[in-house]
T-cell receptor, first 113, second 114 residues
Framework: DQQVKQNSPSLSVQEGRISILNCDYT??????FLWYKKYPAEGPTFLIS?????DKNEDGRFTVFLNKSAKHLSLHIVPSQPGDSAVYFC????????????FGDGTTLTVKP | NAGVTQTPKFRILKIGQSMTLQCTQD?????MYWYRQDPGMGLKLIYY???????DKGEVPNGYNVSRSTTEDFPLRLELAAPSQTSVYFC?????????????FGDGTRLSIL
C-alpha cells in the first residue's frame, strides 16, 4: 500500500501562470513533509518543507500548503518559469523515525514559454 | 563542495555478475541511504544506515548488501545481478532531523543488467 501518492503523473502550464502539484498521504504518523525537484540525469534536490504544526510555508515563488485533516499537501509555484520544468517528488517522514522519508512517484511539470 | 559522490555513473552487467556501487559524502551526515528508481516510479528505499557500523533494510533489500565502515562511505553490493535490478540507483545522506538536514542526493548510477 503506497503511503504517499502523487496522483498526477504530469502537469503542463504556461509560463507566468500558477503550477499546483498535489500529494496525498495515508500514514497519520507522518508529521514532516518535503518537496524535492529532479532534473534529468541529476539527483533530486531539496526544495521546500513543512512541519505538521504549520499549514503553510513560503520560500520565494514556492509555497507549500498542508491540510492535515484531509492528509493532503500541495506545492504552488507562482509565477511558473521554464526552468521549473522538472520532476517533483513529495516525501513524508515521522518524528519517530525521522531519518527515513517515504517518497511519492513524482509529477513531471512542464512549463511552456 | 562535493556533497554526495556516486561512482560509476553508468554500468552494464551480465546476468549473474556482481559489482559494488560506491557512495561517499563529505557533509558529516549520520544517515545514509540507497534508493532505486524504476521508470515512471518514485524512489524505493533499499538500505539505510544511521551511522558507522549500523545498517538496516528498507522496502526492497533483496539482492543487495551494504556496509558502513566509515561515516563517509556507504557502498552497495549486488552479488548476482538479475534483469529486475536494472534501474537508476541514488545514494543520499542526511541528518537525524530532516528539518535541519534534509537528504542530499548523488547524481545516480544508471545500471543495466543484460
Amino acid at each position: 500500500d503506497q503511503q504517499v501518492k502523487q496522483n498526477s503523473p504530469s502537469l503542463s502550464v504556461q509560463e507566468g501562470r500558477i503550477s499546483i502539484l498535489n500529494c496525498d498521504y495515508t500514514n497519520s504518523m507522518f508529521d514532516y513533509f518535503l518537496w524535492y525537484k529532479k532534473y534529468p540525469a541529476e539527483g533530486p534536490t531539496f526544495l521546500i518543507s513543512i512541519s505538521s504544526i504549520k499549514d503553510k510555508n513560503e520560500d520565494g515563488r514556492f509555497t507549500v500548503f498542508l491540510n492535515k485533516s484531509a492528509k493532503h499537501l500541495s506545492l504552488h509555484i507562482v509565477p511558473s518559469q521554464p526552468g521549473d520544468s522538472a520532476v517533483y517528488f513529495c516525501a513524508a517522514s515521522a518524528s519517530t523515525n525521522a531519518g527515513k522519508s517515504t517518497f511519492g512517484d513524482g509529477t513531471t511539470l512542464t512549463v511552456k514559454p | 563542495n562535493a556533497g554526495v559522490t556516486q561512482t560509476p555513473k553508468f554500468r552494464i552487467l551480465k546476468i549473474g555478475q556482481s559489482m559494488t556501487l560506491q557512495c561517499t559524502q563529505d557533509m558529516n551526515h549520520n544517515y545514509m541511504y540507497w534508493y532505486r528508481q524504476d521508470p515512471g516510479m518514485g524512489l524505493k528505499l533499499i538500505y539505510y544506515s544511521v551511522g558507522a557500523g549500523i545498517t538496516d533494510k528498507g522496502e526492497v533489500p533483496n539482492g543487495y548488501n551494504v556496509s558502513r565502515s566509515t561515516t563517509e562511505d556507504f557502498p552497495l553490493r549486488l552479488e548476482l545481478a538479475a534483469p529486475s535490478q536494472t534501474s537508476v540507483y541514488f545514494c543520499a545522506s542526511g541528518g537525524i532531523n530532516p528539518k535541519d538536514q534534509p537528504q542530499h542526493f548523488g547524481d545516480g548510477t544508471r545500471l543495466s543488467i543484460l
